[in-house]
């Protein structure tokens, strides 16, 4: 449906989005993910066609649309800010694009009342869209951009305006909505819950570069680099020595006697940096003597979240987080840390 | 924003991305250069050229005439005096309204600022009705004394500053009252809870903060002295400063001088915009922070002191607005009837009625609501065009545009004027020159050009206030850059527009210093109909005439639209 090919735009002599490329099939919902400033709305924008790449290609149906202008290119656009015209009520917002895209004059009444039914807004049509709520501003904006029914639909952080609790019902709304419209979507985003919430699938981004693409499960059990397993999902790092390799698998020593088995990342030396997710971990109590295997850590603190219990262990002089499934014992004091391999460690090359 | 990278993908791109935004920016720019910059260039080749050679002969006849520097020095000293005067009642009166609350404090507000909006002309008669050697106050002194003739005539300088700071202290109380309302009122709080009295949060924290905005004043009011024509050309009698110097010297067909002396006003008046705009950056800069309370809450005092306090303000108003009251009463009295007594003897609507039926009368009106519309409408199509590129274009001249856009404000009317007889005086086609003196355009293009930057800077401030993202959004819907103009940048800027536009039409309707300079007497404009009536002794005509126009303002500044800033206009 969409592919970009070694996209690339500078502004000046920064980089802000560096020769991406990802293919988009069509029904699929692709988050793109990243901190601020990392390219990822700048890239929504090229497809939109408000930024013209420097160099690369934008494809949709294998139609090169690179140098289109954002008006021949008929996908929909939902704004941050929702960009609702202010000088237009409820239904002419609608019917909008409907009218710029010559939909003929006697389908246009019909079209709007749908998509307005649609998210739940029929009977707003004579309604100022600035006497609205943020939310359902935030409908129309949807509404706007689905009434001319676009092959793609581009969201720009569209449910950042809004307070928290209307943000998590907005998005579950959002989610059965566009599964039952079934339109390819990109929803750019900073919030890794959101993007999990929403996506088949996220490309995560970082100073404009991606970094990985894949399902959200993929992304949080087997993170191709640490950037990627910290910014989604918590994740701990230790410093560990590789003991034995056998093609991507390996045992790495951690501490004095903790020996984990560990996915090898490329260009894992000797020396690594192991990343375990808090579940991955477990507990033992270190009172018992017996069985000295395992990481020697101290409980600083433990906090009951509900389906786990969750602890701050102090190890190696680093401060790493475990998280144990139900009410997850009462540890305390001198603990051994132990790994479960669920989901999976891996070990990338030594940062420091 | 600007792609500085210079490799052909990224030219191409940054072009793209303008698409027509580049193409109608180089339009308008030329068009801009051609009639805004371009003609002051022949003003300039006029007074260094002679028989096509170089020379600064008539820079030297300039400085070595007793003549010409003293009307330099005079424009110099009345200009200083006069922003003196007008800070003197400007500045109190902006805190008198801003910081105390009486009765009528809204009201009197909107009328202390009325004498700005008004043609510089009627305000120049209005004083010449109450003030002058036949007007209204002598005639109550030489009554009362018994003297045989006028107590003082009203001409020189006195009458000039009188005039200028009559009508100029409107700068500083807008712009102190503006200072003063922006000013955080948690910053006096917070100095009166250090321990600071009234008098040293006055004089270490409110005047060091209002420094800019007086600053600001006092540059406009100097570079609007510098080019007001009106005064000095009524009263101005044997004092001569550069506007009427020019006017002298052009109708005495002495060009080169006429061009020596416009080069000099301009490059005056030119210094002087750079100065305000330093201060303006500097103004915009005062209690920019976030989450300040905005302006300072009014005091109200005991009630005798608000009923002082109201009395005066009333006073004052009525003080300031009595020269045109008396313009309103001028109208009223039939053409010969006011001789020797103290009020007018008989009032009737005869003179409208002559303004309306006698064809003479009638066809000034004619003639400056056709040049006003045109030029107006023009003003409407450039602003809309200049203030999207500005505001919203990417493309590499937006600077040069921008300054193209304020140049009008620097040049005084009489250089546009200068600069549009000695351009226009002859047909070149292919050097851009056209035959258009004496033709029924030449008026037209002056008031446009004057009204540039009224109109452009409104539009501009509407484009400032609607977020980009709707054009992106109509866009984004299958809108081209044609529909999204038209359906949402249009409708969004036409508020501002409009007021802009109402402005400027009303500027052009009585516009003066450019008309005296360029017109014919099949083109006679209202204001130029005021002066031949005075100098035929008809005030009553004159009087209908002024009163038309404030009529006309008032109607615009009913309308709502006092807001819009003014420059320059005397």
């Known amino acids: 449906m969409l592919q970009l090919e070694a996209l690339e735009k500078r502004f000046g002599s920064t980089v802000a989005v560096d020769q991406l490329s990802l293919e988009l099939p069509e029904g699929e919902f692709l988050s793109l993910l990243g901190p601020s400033g990392c390219g990822k709305t700048t890239t929504l924008r090229m497809i939109a066609g408000f930024e013209t790449p420097t160099s690369g290609r934008i494809l949709v149906g294998g139609k090169d649309i690179t140098r289109l202008p954002p008006q021949k290119r008929g996908m929909g656009m939902v704004f941050q800010n929702y960009a609702l015209f202010p000088h237009l009520n409820v239904y002419e917002n609608v019917a909008y694009g409907l009218k710029a895209r010559g939909a003929p004059a006697a389908e246009i009444p019909k079209k709007v009342a749908d998509s307005l039914a649609r998210v739940d807004l029929a009977g707003y049509d004579n309604r100022s869209v600035q006497a609205l709520s943020g939310g359902q501003q935030q409908r129309v904006a949807l509404a706007r951009a689905l009434a001319p029914e676009p092959p793609l639909l581009l969201l720009d952080e569209p449910l950042s305006n809004l307070d928290a609790a209307l943000r998590e019902r907005t998005r579950d709304e959002l989610r059965i909505l566009l599964k039952k419209v079934g339109i390819t979507s990109i929803f750019v985003t900073h919030d890794q819950e959101e993007a999990f919430a929403l996506s088949d699938r996220i490309a995560v981004m970082r100073a404009g570069k991606l970094q990985q693409l894949d399902t959200p499960e993929a992304l949080y059990r087997t993170p191709v680099n640490p950037f990627v397993a910290s910014f989604v999902g918590r994740a701990n790092f230790l410093s560990a020595q590789v003991v034995s390799r056998d093609g991507n698998e390996g045992l790495v020593e951690v501490g004095e006697s903790a020996r984990w088995r560990v996915r090898l990342h490329a260009g894992a ?44 262990v102090e190890t190696l002089g680093k401060e790493i987080i475990v998280s144990i499934p139900g009410h997850g014992g009462s540890y305390e004091g001198e603990v051994l840390i132990t790994a479960q391999q669920d989901p999976p460690l891996h070990a990338f090359a030594d940062q420091s | 924003m600007s792609a500085a990278g210079t490799s052909a993908p990224s030219r191409l791109s940054r072009s793209r991305a303008v698409g027509r935004g580049g193409v109608l920016g180089g339009i308008v720019t030329l068009l801009l250069i051609w009639l805004v910059a371009y003609p002051n260039i022949f003003v300039l080749g006029d007074s260094v050229l002679e028989g096509g050679s170089f020379t600064l002969e008539f820079y030297q006849r300039f400085a070595e005439s007793r003549s010409e520097r003293e009307a330099l020095w005079n424009s110099i000293w009345i200009s200083a005096a006069s922003v003196f005067f007008s800070g003197v009642i400007g500045i109190p009166l902006a805190f008198l309204f801003s910081r105390y609350e ?14 700005v909006l008004l043609p510089p002309l009627v305000g120049v008669i209005a004083f010449l009705f109450l003030y002058g050697e036949s007007g209204f106050l002598a005639r109550i002194v030489q009554g009362l004394l018994g003297m045989e003739r006028p107590p003082w005539r009203l001409t020189g300088p006195w009458a000039i500053l009188l005039v200028h700071s009559y009508t100029m202290y409107v700068y500083f109380f807008l712009f102190v009252s503006a200072g003063l309302a922006r000013l955080d009122r948690g910053y006096a709080e917070a100095s009166a809870a250090l321990g600071a009295s009234r008098v040293s949060t006055f004089r270490r924290v409110t005047l060091p903060m209002l420094g800019p905005a007086i600053a600001g004043a006092a540059l406009l009011v100097f570079m609007t002295s510098m080019g007001s024509f009106s005064a000095p050309y009524i009263f101005g009698g044997g004092f001569r400063v550069l506007t009427t110097q020019i006017y002298v010297s052009k109708l005495n067909g002495d060009l080169a001088i006429a061009a020596v002396e416009t080069v000099i006003l301009a490059a005056v008046s030119i210094a002087f915009l750079a100065g305000l705009q330093y201060y303006e950056e500097k103004q915009t800069f005062t209690g920019a922070g976030k989450g300040m309370l905005g302006g300072s809450e009014r005091i109200r005092k005991g009630r005798r002191t608000t009923l002082t306090l109201s009395a005066a303000a009333w006073a004052l108003t009525i003080f300031l607005l009595l020269p045109h009251a008396m313009v309103l009463l001028v109208s009223f009295v039939p053409e010969g009837t006011w001789t020797i007594e103290l009020f007018p003897p008989e009032y009737s609507v005869r003179n409208y009625v002559s303004l309306f039926s006698e064809s003479e009368m009638l066809t000034p009106i004619v003639n400056s609501l056709q040049m006003a519309t045109i030029a107006t409408f023009a003003n409407v199509v ?7 590129l500005i505001v919203r274009g990417k493309f590499k001249g937006r600077r040069l545009l921008g300054a193209l856009i304020v140049l009008p404000w620097a040049l005084p009317g009489t250089v546009l004027a200068m600069a549009l007889a000695t351009t226009f005086n002859q047909n070149q086609p292919l050097a851009g020159r056209f035959l258009l003196i004496g033709s029924f355009a030449i008026l037209p293009l002056a008031y446009f050009i004057r009204n540039i930057p009224l109109v452009t800077r409104a539009a501009m401030t509407s484009f400032r206030q609607f977020d980009p993202s709707l054009e992106e959004a109509s866009a984004s819907l299958g809108a081209g850059w044609p529909t999204t103009m038209r359906r949402v940048a249009l409708p969004l800027v036409l508020p501002g527009l409009a007021a802009g536009a109402l402005l400027a039409f009303v500027t052009a309707l009585g516009e003066f210093v450019a008309s005296i300079l360029l017109y014919t007497h099949r083109t006679r ?11 035929a002794f008809d005030f009553g005509g004159a009087a209908a005439y002024g009163v038309f126009l404030i009529a006309l303002m008032a109607v615009v500044f009913l309308l709502g639209y006092g807001k819009v800033s003014n420059g320059p206009g005397v």
């Not at chain 1, 990343?275 to 009951?304: K, Q, W």
């Not at chain 2, 404009?525 to 100098?535: G, T």
């Open chain 2, 382 to 388: 450039l602003a809309f065009a200049a203030a999207y």
């Open chain 2, 102 to 115: 009486f009765p009528g404090r809204a009201i009197l507000g909107g009328l202390v600022s009325l004498p």
């Open chain 1, 269 to 312: 030396s000797d020396r690594v940096s192991v990343m375990a997710r808090p579940e991955a971990l477990t507990l033992r109590s270190a009172g018992a003597g017996a069985a000295s295997e395992g990481l020697r850590g101290r409980v600083l603190d433990r906090r009951f979240a509900g389906s786990t219990t969750v602890y701050r």
């Open chain 2, 525 to 535: 404009p209202i204001s130029v109909a005021i002066l031949s009536e005075l100098r």
